[in-house]
T-cell receptor, first 117, second 115 residues
């Protein structure tokens, strides 16, 4: 399957600081990147859809000023959690949208475990 | 609206026995259906998909799934479970008329295989 590189795998930060998560699509150019959040033993919830060269689209209830998304190139998207608080602790996963259409399976980064203390 | 239901939070089976993880879906058009597996603190790994054609789909690690349009189901099966199959399993759907949109996931089912 396609290789998606997501860094860091885990991060611990102090409350009030910001954390940047990088996601790289190594096998194909991704015009669109999906960012998900997952709480323990729960499903993936779509947070936002980033599009190269334009503003991200956020799902209802997701604060765009807290979760800054930048889609700098066709292979790199970043999610920055600003002024993090303990309730932002979660598992964040990225998934580039394959250019070959909806029948193609999605591929996912290995995820980032964020713990805010 | 698209949705996926996995009615079981947990499925417990003994090693060597067959396993089934249930999934039903709802889409306005025809579906693309997927199964993924997730190990602790890892991303999702693709197992198999149904796009069109034969209703019985075979995938990785001996898993298979059967698409049933009348029951809007796509249950995951394996004839003989292994302890290493213990993980969190997700069913996902995408409407074929909505390419470029994110997959919609079920809540997940934890599979526990005992030795």
């Amino acid at each position: 399957g396609a290789v998606v590189s997501q860094h860091p795998s885990w991060v611990i930060c102090k409350s009030g600081t910001s954390v940047k998560i990088e996601c790289r699509s190594l096998d194909f150019q991704a015009t669109t990147m999906f960012w998900y959040r997952q709480f323990p033993k729960q499903s993936l919830m779509l947070m936002a859809t980033s599009n190269e060269g334009s503003k991200a689209t956020y799902e209802q209830g997701v604060e765009k000023d807290k979760f800054l998304i930048n889609h700098a190139s066709l292979t790199l998207s970043t999610l920055t959690v600003t002024s993090a608080h303990p309730e932002d602790s979660s598992f964040y996963i990225c998934s580039p949208d394959p250019p070959t259409g909806g029948a193609t399976e999605a591929f996912f980064g290995q995820g980032t475990r964020l713990t805010v203390v | 609206a698209q949705s996926v239901a996995q009615p079981e939070d947990q499925v417990n089976v003994a090693e060597g026995n067959p396993l089934t993880v249930k999934c039903t879906y709802s889409v306005s058009g025809n579906p693309y259906l997927f199964w993924y597996v997730q190990y602790p603190n890892r991303g999702l790994q693709f197992l198999l998909k149904y796009i069109t054609g034969d209703n019985l789909v075979k995938g990785s690690y001996g898993f298979e799934a059967e698409f049933n349009k009348s029951q809007t189901s796509f249950h995951l099966k394996k004839p003989s479970a292994l302890v290493s199959d213990s993980a969190l399993y997700f069913c996902a759907v995408r409407d074929i008329n909505q390419a470029g949109t994110a997959l919609i996931f079920g809540k997940g089912t934890t599979l526990s295989v005992s030795s």
